[in-house]
């Protein structure tokens, strides 16, 4: 399964736009990018997912580079219930499972 | 609200023990998942379950065992418990098994297991 690379926290300005990077250089043909958020010790949320083309839907865009090597989530005006961890997964094309590295906490400041 | 159910959502038991997590899954998923979420572990898989039959295995514990029942509920029993174990359990389910586009998994808010 690919890996992902993401910083450790970010900070963002309540109102501003989250900018979310991810590194997943190793990642295959036929492997989604997947999104999710942890607010605090609930369960994982998921946000949104892509497989070549960019993404949008209500809670975020994702665009996904043409290499597909790396991607960024886009929280366009952060709240600050955004504080959350979010995780960037590359979703195993065997199993459908999903496997979570460190992720980045994000702080939305007011 | 994911659609997937939790109980109990605490539970505090002593070391050597047994419990069981139980879990119902999203209306019309066929797919359930187990995680475990401890503070030095990160969100680890431990296994998957489609239509009854186990799918993938994680980094499950011998002394752990799961099982997904004909209506689809799945259950995760702990024994033996070690003070090692207590942690946060997520239970998760998608529609199928494979990777495609809207097999997305969805999340339960988890069970949290102390032993002491």
């Known amino acids: 399964d690919a890996k992902t690379t993401q910083p450790p926290s970010m900070d963002c300005a309540e109102g501003r736009a989250a900018n979310l990077p991810c590194n997943h250089s190793?990642?295959?043909?036929?492997?989604?990018v997947y999104w999710y958020r942890q607010i605090h010790s609930q369960g994982p949320q998921y946000i949104i997912h892509?497989?070549?083309n960019n993404e949008t839907n209500e809670m975020a865009s994702l665009i996904i580079t043409e290499d597909r090597k790396s991607s960024t989530l886009i929280l366009p005006h952060a709240t600050l219930r955004d504080t959350a961890v979010y995780y960037c997964?590359?979703?195993?094309?065997?199993?459908?499972?999903?496997?979570f590295g460190t992720g980045t906490r994000l702080t939305v400041i007011p | 609200d994911s659609g997937v159910t939790q109980t109990p959502k605490h539970l505090i038991t002593a070391t050597g023990q047994r419990v069981t997590l139980r879990c119902s899954p999203r209306?019309?998923?066929?797919?359930v998942y187990w995680y475990q979420q401890s503070l030095d572990q990160g969100l680890q898989f431990l296994i998957q379950?489609?239509?009854?039959?186990?799918?993938a295995k994680g980094n499950i514990l011998e002394r752990f065992s799961a099982q997904q029942f004909p209506d689809l509920h799945s259950e995760l029993n702990l024994s033996s418990l070690e003070l090692g174990d207590s942690a946060l359990y997520f239970c998760?389910?998608?529609?199928?098994?494979?990777?495609?586009?809207?097999?997305?998994?969805?999340f339960g808010e988890g069970s949290w297991l102390t032993v002491v």
């Open positions: 998760a389910s998608s529609v199928g098994p494979g990777t495609f586009s809207g097999n997305t998994i969805y």
């Open positions: 190793t990642i295959s043909g036929n492997e989604y």
């Open positions: 892509g497989l070549k």
């Open positions: 997964i590359v979703k195993s094309r065997v199993t459908n499972n999903l496997f």
């Open positions: 209306s019309g998923d066929l797919s």
């Open positions: 379950y489609y239509n009854g039959e186990e799918r």
